[in-house]
Nanobody
Framework: VQLQASGGGLVHPGGSLRLSCAAS????????MGWFRQAPGKQREFIAR????????YYANSVKGRFTISRDNAKNTVILRMNTLKPEDTAVYYC???????????????WGQGTQVTVSS
């Protein structure tokens, strides 16, 4: 299984970014997908998840209303749209896959490599 995250970069506060995670080696639609992030000196934290069908989503309070997770099962891709970015959103962002929404939130079956997001003026 491979999860390839991309789309990170440097953005000014208030700006937007779109992260993408391409999955291979698994039956994509059978897995819930999630995004996590890890800031320097902090533990990795869950930020968003989406069910295999794409019908159900859930967000951490820190990003609710600013971030949107979506998926395209035909392309084996999960997207994280990030708006109104703040300096405290600076972190390495990871995508993950889990056999259920609860699993992807707590103990994902698979992890991707990270992509750096830096929010700074």
């Amino acid at each position: 299984v491979q999860l390839q995250a991309s789309g990170g970069g440097l953005v000014h506060p208030g700006g937007s970014l779109r992260l993408s995670c391409a999955a291979s080696g698994l039956t994509f639609s059978s897995y819930a997908m999630g995004w996590f992030r890890q800031a320097p000196g902090k533990q990795r934290e869950f930020i968003a998840r989406i069910s295999g069908s794409g019908i159900s989503t859930y967000y951490a309070n820190s990003v609710k209303g600013r971030f949107t997770i979506s998926r395209d099962n035909a392309k084996n891709t999960v997207i994280l749209r990030m708006n109104t970015l703040k300096p405290e959103d600076t972190a390495v962002y990871y995508c993950a896959a889990g056999s259920t929404p609860v699993v992807v939130t707590t103990t994902p079956n698979y992890w991707g490599q990270g992509t750096q997001v830096t929010v700074s003026s």
